[in-house]
């Protein structure tokens, strides 16, 4: 029995050195802020927010008219087009062509206008589940900071039911060597002690469980050094949101919550895509304009004559009466490679030369395209009565949670009360006890379930307190005041 209790006062110690190295002390305001900030889930809504928002910048630019430059080089060999000409011969050469095109949408029965306002309510939406991701995750963080304070109080409670049994036990121990009480006494009391211990050490478990779970929802290490600023429950300022009836927090959800607002938005969005998709059932009308021009060289040019022989040309040159034929030198010509310099010889000329202009409109009637139009329209239409489920679905459930909130805070209040009342009457029971104990007219196993009765009274007051704490500022959170302590 000795040789547990030691362990026990060696591993109290232990958390005791654990708990007291240098730790930075956060508040509720900092945990929540941090975790509104670096929680995956809330980044993750924020990227998916960044994403529709380029998606709307660059539908937003689309009315802007194009501008393309086109450039292509090249070089054929064989039978290949002269571009300067618009003649095929049989020689090798280097083309380039190059053009400048531009397009502008007219008319288009507002399709794009409202594209650009689909995308736009779809970026506001995203925004607000980011802000809906954001509350969550506060609203978790405060949770679990609440529930780490309660831990910590339970340690601070057990610590000092242990050393009123230790201060007991010492007494009892001295009583009993003095012979004034029997060795049970002294037994008993240590019994007690070694489950108290067992308390204490639990409790700072549990403790250091929570402190994980915190660090999890903030995003951080957990073997980062920090600890939390434990206000007085008392001290904890609750609004008196119980006056109110659970329609007048539910009307305030409705004008704060970002998840309605969002919902609303999303079907603004659906609304505005029906409308995109109508118009492009209807033609369109652009204008473009369009400068080209082009240069050919051949990569070898003729530098001489080859005679072979000599053919009749069917012609005669008269002298007098005597008529002679007429012949022609027959041979090929002979080419030599150009350098790289004669190759772009008549650069300039050649593209002012083959320089074109165009310019127009261009109408296009959608008469068939296999339902794709259509198609477009009627899944904008189920878009639509998607969006109004949502919102019906999402009313009902924030309604429902607003009413099972304002009934918890009511029953933890109720409860709250009648914790407290019991552990006045706990505590006036064991300060009769110990009188009597103390003038020796009551056993110690008595003396010793009145303690541990006034010690589950206290606990399960602090249970009570913190329950209504918190389910308070759940209300509090839906009223639109956030998050705070």
Same mark, same amino acid.
């Given at each position: 029995?000795?040789?547990?209790?030691?362990?026990?006062?060696?591993?109290?110690?232990?958390?005791?050195?654990?708990?007291?190295?240098?730790?930075?002390?956060?508040?509720?305001?900092?945990?929540?802020?941090?975790?509104?900030?670096?929680?995956?889930?809330?980044?993750?809504?924020?990227?998916?927010?960044?994403?529709?928002?380029?998606?709307?910048?660059?539908?937003?630019?689309?009315?802007?008219?194009?501008?393309?430059?086109?450039?292509?080089?090249?070089?054929?060999?064989?039978?290949?087009?002269?571009?300067?000409?618009?003649?095929?011969?049989?020689?090798?050469?280097?083309?380039?062509?190059?053009?400048?095109?531009?397009?502008?949408?007219?008319?288009?029965?507002?399709?794009?206008?409202?594209?650009?306002?689909?995308?736009?309510?779809?970026?506001?939406?995203?925004?607000?589940?980011?802000?809906?991701?954001?509350?969550?995750?506060?609203?978790?963080?405060?949770?679990?900071?609440?529930?780490?304070?309660?831990?910590?109080?339970?340690?601070?409670?057990?610590?000092?039911?242990?050393?009123?049994?230790?201060?007991?036990?010492?007494?009892?121990?001295?009583?009993?060597?003095?012979?004034?009480?029997?060795?049970?006494?002294?037994?008993?009391?240590?019994?007690?002690?070694?489950?108290?211990?067992?308390?204490?050490?639990?409790?700072?478990?549990?403790?250091?469980?929570?402190?994980?779970?915190?660090?999890a929802l903030l995003t951080v290490p957990a073997d980062y050094p920090m600890d939390i600023e434990t206000p007085p429950i008392e001290k904890i300022p609750v609004d008196n949101i119980l006056?109110?009836?659970?329609?007048?927090?539910?009307?305030?959800?409705?004008?704060?919550?970002?998840?309605?607002? %969002? $919902?609303?938005?999303?079907?603004?969005?659906?609304? &505005? =895509? !029906?409308?995109? #998709?109508?118009?492009?059932?209807?033609?369109?009308?652009?204008?473009?304009?369009?400068?080209?021009?082009?240069?050919?060289?051949?990569?070898?040019?003729?530098?001489?004559?080859?005679?072979?022989?000599?053919?009749?040309?069917?012609?005669?040159?008269?002298?007098?009466?005597?008529?002679?034929?007429?012949?022609?030198?027959?041979?090929?010509?002979?080419?030599?490679?150009?350098?790289?310099?004669?190759?772009?010889?008549?650069?300039?000329?050649?593209?002012?030369?083959?320089?074109?202009?165009?310019?127009?409109?261009?109408?296009?009637?959608?008469?068939?395209?296999?339902?794709?139009?259509?198609?477009?329209?009627?899944?904008?239409?189920?878009?639509?009565?998607?969006?109004?489920?949502?919102?019906?679905?999402?009313?009902?459930?924030?309604?429902?949670?607003?009413?099972?909130?304002?009934?918890?805070?009511? %029953? $933890?209040?109720?409860?709250?009360?009648?914790?407290? &009342? =019991? !552990?006045?009457? #706990?505590?006036?029971?064991?300060?009769?006890?110990?009188?009597?104990?103390?003038?020796?007219?009551?056993?110690?196993?008595?003396?010793?379930?009145?303690?541990?009765?006034?010690?589950?009274?206290?606990?399960?007051?602090?249970?009570?307190?913190?329950?209504?704490?918190?389910?308070?500022?759940?209300?509090?959170?839906?009223?639109?005041?956030?998050?705070?302590?």
């Amino acid at each position: 029995m000795k040789s547990f209790i030691f362990t026990a006062f060696l591993l109290t110690l232990t958390f005791q050195a654990a708990q007291a190295q240098v730790k930075e002390r956060w508040d509720l305001r900092r945990c929540v802020d941090y975790a509104m900030k670096k929680n995956i889930s809330v980044r993750s809504a924020d990227i998916t927010a960044r994403q529709t928002e380029i998606g709307y910048k660059q539908s937003n630019l689309s009315q802007i008219p194009s501008l393309a430059y086109n450039l292509s080089h090249g070089f054929s060999f064989g039978r290949t087009l002269d571009r300067t000409s618009n003649v095929y011969v049989s020689r090798s050469a280097m083309f380039q062509q190059m053009s400048l095109q531009s397009n502008a949408l007219l008319f288009n029965f507002n399709s794009t206008r409202n594209q650009i306002a689909s995308n736009k309510y779809a970026w506001e939406a995203d925004k607000a589940a980011t802000e809906k991701a954001a509350n969550d995750i506060g609203l978790n963080v405060a949770q679990q900071y609440l529930r780490t304070m309660l831990s910590m109080e339970q340690v601070e409670l057990n610590r000092v039911i242990l050393g009123q049994t230790r201060a007991q036990l010492s007494n009892t121990r001295k009583l009993v060597e003095a012979g004034s009480l029997p060795e049970l006494n002294a037994a008993e009391l240590e019994a007690t002690y070694t489950r108290d211990s067992a308390s204490l050490l639990q409790s700072q478990i549990q403790v250091d469980q929570d402190m994980l779970s915190l660090k999890a929802l903030l995003t951080v290490p957990a073997d980062y050094p920090m600890d939390i600023e434990t206000p007085p429950i008392e001290k904890i300022p609750v609004d008196n949101i119980l006056m109110e009836s659970p329609e007048a927090v539910f009307a305030m959800a409705l004008k704060s919550q970002p998840q309605i607002r %969002g $919902n609303g938005l999303r079907l603004i969005s659906a609304e &505005k =895509a !029906l409308a995109s #998709a109508k118009g492009q059932m209807y033609p369109s009308l652009s204008a473009f304009a369009q400068l080209n021009t082009s240069f050919n060289s051949f990569l070898n040019s003729p530098s001489g004559f080859n005679v072979t022989g000599e053919q009749a040309t069917g012609t005669y040159a008269k002298d007098g009466v005597n008529q002679f034929p007429v012949y022609t030198p027959v041979g090929k010509v002979v080419y030599g490679k150009n350098n790289f310099g004669q190759l772009w010889n008549g650069y300039w000329s050649q593209l002012n030369d083959q320089f074109g202009q165009a310019v127009g409109l261009s109408l296009s009637v959608p008469i068939f395209n296999g339902w794709r139009a259509k198609a477009n329209v009627e899944r904008a239409k189920l878009n639509i009565e998607r969006s109004n489920l949502t919102i019906e679905s999402d009313t009902l459930r924030l309604k429902q949670d607003v009413y099972g909130a304002y009934n918890l805070a009511l %029953g $933890n209040y109720q409860l709250y009360l009648a914790r407290v &009342k =019991a !552990l006045e009457t #706990a505590q006036r029971s064991y300060d009769l006890a110990t009188r009597r104990y103390d003038l020796g007219v009551m056993q110690t196993i008595e003396w010793l379930n009145n303690q541990t009765a006034l010690a589950t009274a206290r606990i399960n007051k602090l249970i009570a307190q913190y329950n209504y704490v918190f389910a308070m500022k759940v209300l509090e959170f839906y009223k639109g005041q956030g998050v705070k302590l």
